[in-house]
Structures are given as C-alpha cells and as structure tokens.
C-alpha cells in the first residue's frame, strides 16, 4: 500500500471511478486486494453488501476502522490469497473490482479464472490499472505508483483475463493515470 496523503490526492473521487466501471446499487461486490479500504467504503456506500479480500491482515483492520468510523456496516472483511477467491467468498458475486493490483499477480490468467469462478452468470470483474510510463505519472510534485516495467498496457491485460474464461466488454479511461478494463462472465 503507497503511503498516504498521495493517495487521496490521485483518488478524490473514488466513488466516480465505482460508478465509471458499472457498481450499482443492489450489487453483491467483491473487492478484491482491497488494501486500507480506500475504495471499499465507496464500494459499500453504493452496492448492497461487499466482501473486502486482501493477504494483509493488518491492512484489512485499517479498512475495517475506516468503514465503522463512517458508521458502513454492510461490509465483510477476509484475509487470504486472491486465487483462493471462489473459496473465500460464500456466495457467487455480480461484481469483483481489483484496482492497483492486477500488475503484481504472477499468474494472471489463474486469477482471472479464480474471478470467474466466483461471479453470478453474466457477473462482472473491472481491472484498474496504472498507464506506463511511471515517469508521466506524477502526484504531488513526484512520479509515483508502480515501476514502468511492471505496468501493463490494456492489451496485455486484456489478453490475460480472455485466457482465463471471461469475456472483455472494453475498456475505459480513468483520468489521470489509469484505465479499467471491463469483463463479463459468459456461459454458465
Ligand atoms: C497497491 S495496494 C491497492 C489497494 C486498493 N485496491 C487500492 O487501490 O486502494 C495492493 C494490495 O494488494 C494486496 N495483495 C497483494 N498480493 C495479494 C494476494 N496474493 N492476495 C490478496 N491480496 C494481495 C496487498 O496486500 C495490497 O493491499
């Protein structure tokens, strides 16, 4: 997680980048790496319930405090790996979001599938990713987020995502830096 006060800088409207990819109201979401919970609250302001999944224990405690000081309670906090999705989650989903993230998954056509395997027919999964190059990428006077050799461009992420079973639907820009590339589970 980068540190804060450039964070909240790039993102001063994490509910417009929800509302960009398609989060509605009465969605069951997933958000998936979700970190200090930065885009969590937002998620839980907005869909009907969300399970919010990151390895790091200690981050999810952050975000948890987040959400009780803002008085959400229709969130569900678990600890775990991200291939192990379908697992975690007790119930098929109509939404995994993954914002800066999918750019550190070694494996990302299996992540793509573990995604899948968790959302409801015609369910849908939104990529937030970094543009490259990171020297162009600047908050608060610095470059920042990721090196420019570990940022993906939409065709490579789109590329992973199609290998792992589920449909690309497009991709849209996210101003400043990113893009979110959109998917839909196809089939049953
Ligand atoms: C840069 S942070 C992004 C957090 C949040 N999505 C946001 O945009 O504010 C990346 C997060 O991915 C989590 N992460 C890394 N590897 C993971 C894994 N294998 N399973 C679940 N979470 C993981 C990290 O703990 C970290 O919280």
Redesign the pocket.
């Known amino acids: 997680?980068?540190t804060a006060g450039w964070?909240e800088a790039l993102w001063p409207d994490p509910a417009g980048v929800l509302t960009a990819v398609g989060i509605k109201s009465g969605m069951e979401v997933i958000?998936?790496?979700?970190?200090?919970g930065?885009?969590t609250l937002q998620i839980a302001k907005i869909a009907r319930h969300v399970v919010a999944?990151?390895?790091?224990q200690a981050?999810l405690e952050v975000a948890r405090t987040r959400l009780k000081e803002s008085g959400v309670c229709n969130c569900e906090f678990l600890a775990?790996?991200?291939?192990q999705l379908a697992s975690l989650a007790s119930r098929p989903v109509d939404f995994v979001f993954?914002?800066?993230?999918f750019h550190?998954?070694p494996d990302r056509p299996r992540l793509a599938g573990a995604v899948r395997d968790v959302l409801k027919p015609s369910g849908r999964f939104a990529i937030?990713n970094w543009h490259q190059p990171r020297e162009q990428t600047t908050v608060l006077g610095e470059p920042r987020g990721p090196k420019t050799e570990l940022r993906l461009s939409p065709a490579q992420t789109v590329e992973a995502v199609v290998a792992g079973g589920l449909k690309h639907l497009g991709t849209i820009e996210v101003p400043p830096y990113h893009y979110s590339a959109l998917f839909e589970r196809s089939g049953p």
């Open positions: 997680m980068p964070w958000d998936l790496c979700s970190g200090d930065w885009f999944i990151d390895i790091d981050l775990g790996d991200a291939y993954m914002a800066n993230a550190g998954v937030v």
